[in-house]
C-alpha cells in the first residue's frame, strides 16, 4: 500500500498543495486531478522520490519510501509527461538504456515485440529524433510490457496516441491491476477504466 501524510508542495512562494492525504491499496488506481499549474505533475514527482516535498511522508508498505530507495525503486515504474529518450539512439537501444539503467534487463525478442505491440514495427531501428510526438510516447510506454513494477506511476499516459494504442494502453492497465499492481496516473482526457478513486488539487 502507497499512504501519503501531511504532504505539501511549494514552488517559489506558491504552494501548490498542502496537508495532502490519501492511501492506494493494491490493486486499485487513482486519478491526479486539477488544472493545468496544480501541481498534478509534482506530485507524482514527489512520490516518485524525484523531489523532495516541503513536508509530509510518502510511505510504502510503511516504510518511507527516502529510507529504502533501492527497494522502492525496484517496485515502482514511473512514466514521466516529458520522458527522457536519447535523440541519437533508436527504439530498441533506448529501451535496453533504460532498463539497464534500473538494473533489469530484457531479451532483443521481448523488446521487439514490446515495441511492435504499441505500433512501432518497422521503426525499431530509426533514430528517436525522427519518430513523431505520439511514436515517442509508445516507445516510453512499451516499458510497461517490459519491466516489472508493482506501482505504476503514470503522467499522462494517453497524451498523442491513436485509439488503437489507447485502446493497448488501457488494457495494460487492467491488466496491472488484476494481476494485483496499483496505478497513479493524470490524463486530460476521460480515463476509459473502470472503478478507481480520484483526488483533485
Request: aromatic share 8%; hydrophobic share 40%; proline share 6%.
Given at each position: 500500500m502507497l499512504s501519503v501524510t501531511q504532504?505539501?508542495?511549494?514552488?517559489?512562494?506558491?504552494?501548490?498543495?498542502?496537508?495532502?492525504?490519501?492511501?492506494?491499496?493494491?490493486?486499485?488506481?487513482?486519478?491526479?486531478?486539477?488544472a493545468?499549474?496544480?501541481?498534478?505533475?509534482?506530485?507524482?514527482?514527489?512520490?516518485a522520490g524525484l523531489t523532495e516535498p516541503v513536508q509530509g511522508t510518502v510511505l510504502w508498505n510503511g516504510v518511507e519510501i527516502r529510507t529504502e530507495r533501492s527497494l522502492?525503486?525496484?517496485?515502482?515504474?514511473?512514466?514521466?509527461h516529458q520522458g527522457a529518450l536519447k535523440e541519437e539512439l533508436n527504439p530498441e537501444e533506448n529501451l535496453f538504456f533504460s532498463l539497464g539503467?534500473?538494473?533489469?534487463?530484457?531479451?532483443?525478442?521481448?523488446?521487439?515485440?514490446?515495441l511492435q505491440?504499441?505500433?512501432l514495427q518497422g521503426r525499431e531501428h530509426l533514430p528517436v529524433r525522427y519518430l513523431s510526438a505520439g511514436q515517442r510516447r509508445r516507445v516510453l510506454l512499451s516499458r510497461l510490457l517490459l519491466r516489472?513494477?508493482?506501482?505504476?506511476?503514470?503522467?499522462?499516459?494517453?497524451?498523442a496516441l491513436?485509439?488503437?494504442?489507447?485502446?493497448?494502453?488501457?488494457?495494460?492497465i487492467q491488466h496491472h491491476l488484476h494481476q494485483g499492481g496499483?496505478?497513479?496516473?493524470?490524463?486530460?482526457?476521460?480515463?476509459?477504466?473502470?472503478?478507481?478513486?480520484?483526488?483533485?488539487?
Open positions: 504532504l505539501t508542495c511549494q514552488r517559489g512562494e506558491r504552494v501548490l498543495f498542502q496537508d495532502l492525504h490519501f492511501e492506494l491499496p493494491d490493486a486499485h488506481w487513482l486519478q491526479i486531478a486539477g493545468n499549474g496544480a501541481g498534478k505533475t509534482s506530485l507524482l514527482r514527489i512520490l522502492w525503486h525496484r517496485d515502482l515504474l514511473y512514466v514521466g539503467l534500473e538494473g533489469f534487463g530484457a531479451s532483443p525478442t521481448a523488446v521487439r515485440a514490446a505491440q504499441f505500433g516489472p513494477g508493482r506501482l505504476w506511476i503514470l503522467d499522462e499516459p494517453f497524451t491513436d485509439v488503437h494504442a489507447s485502446q493497448l494502453m488501457t488494457q495494460q496499483s496505478a497513479i496516473l493524470t490524463s486530460h482526457q476521460p480515463i476509459p477504466l473502470s472503478g478507481g478513486s480520484c483526488l483533485t488539487l
